[in-house]
């Protein structure tokens, strides 16, 4: 009788188990919607020059751009099949958590909090950035330890914010927050004399200060006050989309390790050398695993590029912001930039 027990408790548990399974296999992964509906919906911001940022003709350009581009490209062959909505730090998250969007990919810095409790999962780290401050060059100020008392333009729902409060308890100063919805809000703030400071990520505070009317007329301080990693992010439970978000950039860096560039990538098809194979889907693991296209890694460098292209485009040395490659050149050349094989 016991045994008959135990054999019928056993049969319950591993149909309930098989349940479950059955009910997390059904639910839709949003790599199965973006197939469907043949676009990626791609949270950017509402205007950051190298990262997000409508050019004259209204299109969407920036490192945070390319990345989505990439991410179509390798699941529909096509990086031109994104559909940008642009959110301000603090609609952000919603916007992912609701299903607004399938990615967001807007200067969003990597925390425990929002890779835990908001129920998100950061895809990698596409730019290491810290925070800086921006001071009127009129003021005559050389260290960030002089702004004791000064007002600060500040961004909502950032981490920005919240460094801003640590640095000034931490150095025993006071000031006074000078806070705004849009880094062009922020701007306009700065510029006619809301504050005395104003402070973002160190690559926003390059762009940004491109901006103003009279960029000469600012400077950046040397001090750069936390750590910001940069990058893409899902929704927690989805681990094929998940898997996607990673393996873009993972094959960008990658690219950009085994010289593999947009410019040679069809004549890189026919090396020997057989990581360059791997990634650009001659041989080895192709688009099994990621239930994607085989060719997935050749589409993403043929039509965006490795990331060291992408980089010097958006933000590096072909862009405006002339942003030296610095933590963000690969492990390799003295920075951090480091992707697990594909193989
Ligand atoms: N990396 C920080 C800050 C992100 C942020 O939103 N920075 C502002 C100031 S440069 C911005 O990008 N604004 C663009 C916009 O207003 O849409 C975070 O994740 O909280």
């Known amino acids: ?71 179509a490209a390798a699941v529909l062959g096509d990086k031109n099949k994104v559909k940008f909505v642009p959110l301000t730090a603090k609609e952000r998250f919603t916007a992912l958590q609701s299903g607004e969007i399938d990615i967001l990919s807007r200067n969003t810095t990597w925390t425990l909090q929002r890779d835990t409790a908001l129920g998100l999962n950061f895809a990698g780290v596409n730019y290491y950035d810290g925070q800086g401050f921006m001071v009127k060059k009129s003021l005559g100020l050389k260290s960030a330890k002089e702004l004791d008392g000064a007002s600060i333009c500040v961004q909502s729902g950032t981490t920005t914010e919240l460094n801003l409060a640590d640095y000034f308890r931490k150095n025993g100063m006071s000031y006074k927050s000078v806070v705004f919805d849009t880094s062009a809000q922020t701007v306009k703030g700065f510029e006619s004399g809301r504050c005395d400071a104003l402070t973002t990520d160190q690559s926003g505070l390059y762009a940004l200060r491109l901006n103003l009317a009279d960029p000469s007329s600012a400077m950046v301080l040397p001090e750069i006050i936390s750590k910001e990693p940069l990058g893409p992010v899902v929704r927690q439970g989805d681990d094929k989309w998940f898997n996607v978000a990673k393996w873009t950039l993972f094959a960008q860096i990658n690219a950009e390790e085994y010289g593999i560039t947009s410019k040679n990538v069809d004549k890189m098809l026919k090396s020997n050398d057989p990581n360059i194979k791997r990634i650009l889907g001659v041989d080895g693991p192709k688009g099994s695993g990621l239930g994607i296209r085989d060719d997935w890694g050749y589409q993403i460098i043929k039509q965006v590029g490795n990331y060291g292209e992408m980089f010097d485009r958006t933000v590096g040395k072909d862009s405006p912001l002339q942003i030296a490659r610095g933590v963000n050149a690969l492990w390799n050349a003295g920075g951090f930039m480091y992707a697990p094989p594909i193989r």
């Not at 399974?21 to 190298?50: F, R």
Request: proline letters at 3%.
């Open 1 to 71: 009788m016991a045994n008959k027990l135990t054999l019928l408790a056993s049969v319950i548990a591993a149909s309930t188990a098989l349940v479950s399974i059955n009910a997390s296999a059904a639910e839709e992964s949003t790599l199965d919607k973006v197939l469907a509906k043949g676009e990626v919906s791609c949270g950017v911001s509402t205007g950051l020059p190298g990262f997000s940022n409508p050019n004259a003709k209204g299109q969407w350009e920036g490192i945070d751009v390319d990345y989505c581009r990439a991410v």
